[in-house]
């Protein structure tokens, strides 16, 4: 009897050690999802490729290593450390990218809708994104890339650079800035 207690025990903790875990999505992913939604393939596609053609010329000027997560968390982490940037490049991101602001106001108002519905879940009070507007807006030093840098650094992750949402919001940091 004492053997089969054990066994199972073993067994049921082999078994949770080795199953797959349920992936927990996270707010940065519904945010983003928020913007696709609102967009055309088209225009889905041409994001995707002003990004990666942004990753790479960030990676030519040495401003961010590599397209990994590791890197856009590094660029932070060097800014806390050192307090020092240079994003100088002529790539002018924001005027690729300015297909996104809508002149029409009922797709911007889905996206904002979109948006506000999420900033109101239960969901996003209890993320790290919360946690970090908040710690920004304390400083009242919102527009300090140091600040920025330092709360990005103490609340997101490495892994937090592999989701689109946090990948555009470090590049539109670093247009600002240039």
């Known amino acids: 009897m004492r053997?089969?207690?054990?066994?199972?025990?073993?067994?049921?903790?082999?078994?949770?050690?080795?199953?797959?875990?349920?992936?927990?999505?996270k707010v940065e992913e519904d945010l983003y999802q928020c913007l696709m939604s609102s967009l055309t393939k088209a225009e889905e596609k041409k994001l995707d490729s002003i990004i990666t053609a942004y990753e790479k010329h960030l990676i030519d000027k040495g401003i961010i290593a590599s397209s990994d997560a590791r890197s856009y968390w590094g660029l932070y982490k060097n800014i806390a450390n050192t307090g020092r940037y240079n994003f100088s490049n002529e790539f002018d991101f924001a005027n690729k990218v300015s297909f996104l602001n809508r002149k029409d106001s009922?797709?911007?108002?889905?996206?904002?809708d979109c948006h506000e519905s999420i900033f109101a879940?239960?969901?996003?009070?209890?993320?790290?994104?919360?946690?970090l507007l908040k710690q920004i807006e304390a400083t009242g030093k919102a527009n300090s890339p140091v600040v920025v840098a330092k709360s990005m650094v103490k609340h997101l992750a490495v892994e937090d650079f592999e989701l689109k949402y946090n990948r555009l919001n470090t590049l539109m940091f670093i247009e600002r800035l240039k």
């Open 106 to 112: 009922i797709q911007n108002q889905k996206l904002v």
């Open 121 to 131: 879940s239960e969901k996003y009070l209890n993320s790290n994104q919360y946690a």
């Open 3 to 25: 053997n089969i207690f054990f066994g199972s025990i073993i067994s049921l903790f082999f078994f949770s050690c080795t199953s797959k875990t349920k992936k927990v999505e």
